[in-house]
């Protein structure tokens, strides 16, 4: 679920889980492979790795994404394509797997995606998670004409809109794992 933010909460915090038939190091080898995103992702269409080792902590992924008019049509978000760059900030392998966003000067936001793996039974539990301490680049950006109504207004629906793409993400990697 996603909070609006106070001195306590971060901005945005959500998560979702799903159980995938695979050993936990094949989900891993799957979700930590940023360019296949686009197999799952409902905006980031793949990408590549720009910097350090591909999948490594400190290596930088530059994604190609896509949103549709769709998307919270009232608020002033980017349309059609667009790049982001993110920084791996942590990789166990068969464990956890995290991004931080950058922003237009390249420096590490308090925007962190990811996913962790657990092992359950003969497969794993995968869960999901997105956690924005404080509001990024971005965020500010779209929310800066807008009075208090307005941004509980997008906090709202924005924070509906990453429920729905982390829930949708599980469900087609785990289309992609079990080969559906």
């Known amino acids: 679920?996603?909070?609006?933010?106070?001195e306590k909460t971060p901005l945005f915090r959500s998560r979702a889980a799903i159980r995938i038939a695979a050993a936990p190091h094949e989900v891993y080898s799957v979700i930590s492979d940023l360019p296949r995103s686009g197999?799952?992702?409902?905006?980031?269409?793949?990408?590549?790795?720009?910097?350090g080792e591909p999948g490594a902590v400190g290596a930088v992924f530059q994604g190609e994404n896509?949103?549709?008019?769709?998307?919270?049509?009232?608020?002033?978000?980017?349309?059609?394509?667009?790049?982001?760059?993110?920084?791996?900030?942590?990789?166990?392998?068969?464990?956890?797997?995290?991004?931080a966003m950058h922003n237009a000067a390249g420096v590490t936001q308090d925007?962190?995606?990811?996913?962790?793996?657990?092992?359950?039974?003969?497969?794993s539990v995968l869960t999901h998670h997105f956690r924005m301490g404080t509001?990024?680049?971005?965020?500010?950006?779209?929310?800066?004409?807008?009075?208090?109504?307005g941004k509980r207004r997008f906090f709202a629906e924005w924070g509906e809109k990453i429920d729905g793409?982390?829930?949708?993400?599980?469900?087609?990697?785990?289309?992609?794992?079990?080969k559906r």
């Open 1 to 6: 679920m996603s909070e609006i933010n106070d």
């Open 39 to 51: 197999e799952w992702s409902p905006e980031c269409r793949g990408g590549a790795w720009v910097l």
């Open 66 to 99: 896509v949103r549709g008019p769709e998307v919270v049509p009232w608020a002033p978000v980017v349309r059609g394509g667009w790049t982001t760059r993110a920084e791996v900030v942590a990789a166990e392998p068969g464990r956890s797997f995290r991004w």
């Open 111 to 123: 925007s962190v995606w990811g996913f962790d793996v657990e092992e359950d039974g003969e497969g």
């Open 135 to 149: 509001a990024t680049e971005g965020v500010v950006g779209i929310t800066a004409e807008m009075d208090e109504n």
């Open 165 to 178: 793409d982390l829930a949708a993400t599980l469900r087609r990697i785990k289309d992609v794992i079990e």
